[in-house]
Nanobody, 126 residues
Framework: QVQLVESGGGLVQAGGSLRLSCAASGRTFSSYAMGWFRQAPGKEREFVAAISWSGGNTYYADSVKGRFTISRDNAKNTVYLQMNSLKPEDTAVYYC???????????????????WGQGTQVTVSS
């Protein structure tokens, strides 16, 4: 069982930056692929970024590529999402997700993740 707690959300002006954190419980964090998803009001939850257990493989949605960076610190059981050049369309609740992985791969689809956090709100004003 893995419990995930997101933090770092808030209100920021367009062009600004935020860094989200996701702290995971458990001693096997380093064997989990981690992902970030987001859900805007009235829309489906969508993939944002993912990182393999080693950190060696990262994946991004086209809409955030070049602006967002996912990273992890296995010693701290934490995954991060650095968000730069934020746009109003980035406004959403951001969710952290985890799934045990035997390969150095991270999924980009919701069904590929077993554990989810409660989410943190990110609001970008124009």
């Amino acid at each position: 069982q893995v419990q995930l707690v997101e933090s770092g959300g808030g209100l920021v002006q367009a062009g600004g930056s935020l860094r989200l954190s996701c702290a995971a419980s458990g001693r096997t964090f380093s064997s989990y692929a981690m992902g970030w998803f987001r859900q805007a009001p009235g829309k489906e939850r969508e993939f944002v970024a993912a990182i393999s257990w080693s950190g060696g493989n990262t994946y991004y949605a086209d809409s955030v590529k070049g602006r967002f960076t996912i990273s992890r610190d296995n010693a701290k059981n934490t995954v991060y999402l650095q968000m730069n050049s934020l746009k109003p369309e980035d406004t959403a609740v951001y969710y952290c997700a985890a799934n045990h992985s035997y390969s150095d791969y991270a999924g980009t689809r919701r069904y590929e993740y077993e554990y989810w956090g409660q989410g943190t709100q990110v609001t970008v004003s124009s």
